[in-house]
């Protein structure tokens, strides 16, 4: 019986995760809450804002995105892909004179190697985006507060059981502006 | 908001005064070394075009003095469109550069004046369509196709265009020049919504004007060819030439001290003007070179043919180099754009590229296989040079730099990408 309590025990915490929700209603306020948050070493899980924030990757240390290297190296594919594949259609495999031009005629495969480059650093970029975020049709999202996509900024942390002090981040929170702290657990 | 206040130092303006004066001599030193037979040499490798002379040093330094007159009074109109494109479109970004756009358009007057002068003056060595003779039909170098668009070009209706778009661009620039100055004396919102409307007139009249302007001061050169492109393709030449001037102004007065609150973002939006435009110049270059290409109709393909043989090759592959390929790869990171060592680089090569691009559309039309780069051309660029940054740096010293009281200013000083 006890042991199996324990498993039930061990099962619920593995899938459970417990967030505190600091709820704020001023951009400003959000963006000094954030920096003295991470000032006092807490760490922010994630912070959900109804628009883009200026500035708060920065005060949020996140990095640049490395997306735009993507695109170069698909773009940069694109172009020799589209390059080779008229080259070798027009030039080699199936030459034709059309309007009485080289085969290898450069100036009119330009067009078609822009199209390509375009098209594959666009959706090599937006693949890529998929992939990393892990996007797809069956995932489940878990939304904090639904207020986040109304009028309210949410600051979530993760409450590590046993470690966090739940009346110190509570004050710390408060005492930084949120008008509200709420608890949440996510099945995760 | 402060003011900010340009001061120009004697020295300064002595380096002005000093461009010119080197430039002065250069091309009174390449006017002797090429009257004195120095440019004969040329005459050798066209032996076989029957009754061709060498090119007269006036032809020379008419089509230089023109050549440069046409590239900065399109930098300095380029410098109204953009305040006036920025107000139409209620940028916030650009208030606290705007003071720099604004008075590249004092050197208008100074251009106009010049234009007039050397239309009058050597249109005939400019303009072939202006002798007398291609439109008299018993004349035996009567010209059907020419005879045929007398219509429009003709030397009143010319110049009376030439005089009407000067005057209009003048007319507009004192107008949101002046709004602009009362704004920062005055305040309110209500200078601002007058500049709007003022803007709004301005870029319909503009649309049309620079257009027919490419077709009149560039395009009649090569009197027998046409382009639908040429209005946009010689604007868009403009517009980066432009674009350029501003952020590379931008930059020498930050590094001098001044512009205190503009950062790397308003930068970073200025490199991205400039590498737009940049792709842009290239797409109508090439929109207008495929098509001709692929047609192959000869009186169409003249025109790039004559760009293409020995004596242009290198400027016409030089031109897609500078213009393209180096602000393309150069600029195409944030980082790039966000330095001012790499847009000082880039700007300084566009200014120069498009320089050239000038010099590809108008010398093979004119000075054919006698055009070069030599004193006379460096000399005469070094006199519009100075003169352009004379009446520039006036135009900037005559009002704060930053626009007191735009409404938009704090905005611009927050700007964040």
Known sequence: MALHQNLTLIHLIAMNKKFVLGIYDDEDVLLEAIENVRAAGTKIYDVFSP?????????????????????????????????????????????????????????AFIPVTFEL???????????????????????????????????????????????????ALNSLLRSNGAIEVNEKEVIK | MTEERLIIPRKTNNKFFLMIAIGVVLVIAGIIFMASGGGADHGA??????????????????????????????????????VAVQYVAYAGWSVLIKRIPEALGYFLPIGGAIMIILFLVGGHDIFHWTHEYLYDINDERYDPIIAGKAGYLNFWFFLIRMIIFFAVWILFFNWLRRNSVNEDLQGGTAYYHKSIRISAMFLVFFGVSSSMAAWDWVLSIDTHWY?????????????????????????????????????????????????AFSIFWTYIWFSQFMLIWYANIPEESLYFLARLDEHYKWVFFTNLIVNFAFPFLVLMTRDAKRQMIMLKIVT??????????????MMPGTMRGDAGIGFIEIGSTLVFLGVFLLTFTKGLAKASLVPVNHPFLEESVHHHV
Not at chain 2, 234 to 261: C, D, E, H, P, R
């Open chain 1, 117 to 167: 480059t375009v098209l594959c650093a666009a959706f090599g970029m937006v693949i890529t985006f998929f992939i990393v975020q892990r996007l797809r049709p069956s995932l489940k999202v878990n939304v904090f507060d639904k207020r986040s996509t109304d009028d309210k900024f949410v600051m979530a942390i993760e409450v590590k059981e046993g470690v966090t002090d739940m009346n």
């Open chain 2, 348 to 361: 300084i090569a566009i200014l120069l590229g498009h320089w050239l691009d000038f010099y590809l559309m």
């Open chain 2, 227 to 275: 382009s639908t492109m040429f209005g946009w393709y010689v604007f868009a030449s403009w517009f980066v030439a432009g674009l350029a001037a501003i952020t590379l102004t931008v930059i020498i007065l930050k590094q001098n001290g001044y512009l205190k609150m503009v950062n790397a973002n308003h930068l970073h939006d200025l490199g991205k003007f400039v590498f």
């Open chain 1, 51 to 107: 628009y883009p924030v200026h500035g708060i990757d920065d005060v949020l240390g996140i990095k640049r995105s490395r997306l735009p290297i993507v695109a170069f190296f698909c773009g940069l594919f694109g172009t020799s892909f589209a390059l080779w594949m008229q080259i070798w259609m027009l030039g080699f495999d199936w030459p034709m004179i059309i309007g009485g031009k080289p085969h290898i005629a450069i100036p």
């Open chain 2, 45 to 82: 490798g066209h032996g076989e075009v029957a009754g061709h002379e060498p090119a007269s040093w006036l032809k020379r330094l008419l089509m230089s003095l023109w050549l440069n007159n046409v590239y900065f009074s399109g930098i300095a109109i380029i410098g109204v469109f953009f």
